[in-house]
């Protein structure tokens, strides 16, 4: 194994390692110092793409996401209430103060956007009924 060691690391640097860590483990000490070199290559050299960074949110794209959590919320509440796994009154109450948030993010959504016309909005259906 030396033998084929010899022809690419100077003499000197051989005899060093035999002596500092024995004929046996010369392979071993090559392949840890090659892994430290390619670890040290690999979180030193190597730039990341800032296209793989997490985009940053902006606040309208914040405001969409909390009303579909919100409508969400309130499909969720309903399922479980037909589950009856809610009194009527504790669904009332907590479908009156989500529909209370809802209203208000939407508020916001449209105030960011200018434009009502710009929001896709759902249609409760008691408004429907209320309208016909």
């Given amino acids: 194994m030396i033998v084929m060691l010899h022809s690419s ?15 046996n483990n010369i392979p071993i000490a090559f392949a840890c ?8 290559v690999f979180i030193f050299a190597i ?5 793989d960074s997490a985009p940053h949110r902006s606040h309208l794209d914040q405001l969409l996401e909390r009303r579909d959590a919100i409508y969400e919320n309130l499909r969720d509440l309903k399922f479980e209430f037909r589950a009856g796994k809610f009194a009527e009154k504790d669904y009332e109450e907590t479908r009156q103060s989500l529909e209370t948030e809802a209203a ?23 408004t429907e009924k209320a309208v016909r």
């Fill in 33 to 40: 110092a090659a892994l430290a070199a390619a670890v040290l």
């Fill in 47 to 51: 730039n990341a793409d800032p296209n």
């Fill in 104 to 126: 208000m993010v939407i508020a916001q959504i449209e105030q960011a956007t200018l434009s009502p016309s710009l929001v896709a909005r759902r249609v409760p259906a008691s």
């Fill in 9 to 23: 690391i100077p003499r000197a640097s051989i005899l060093w390692l035999q002596s500092a860590i024995g004929d």
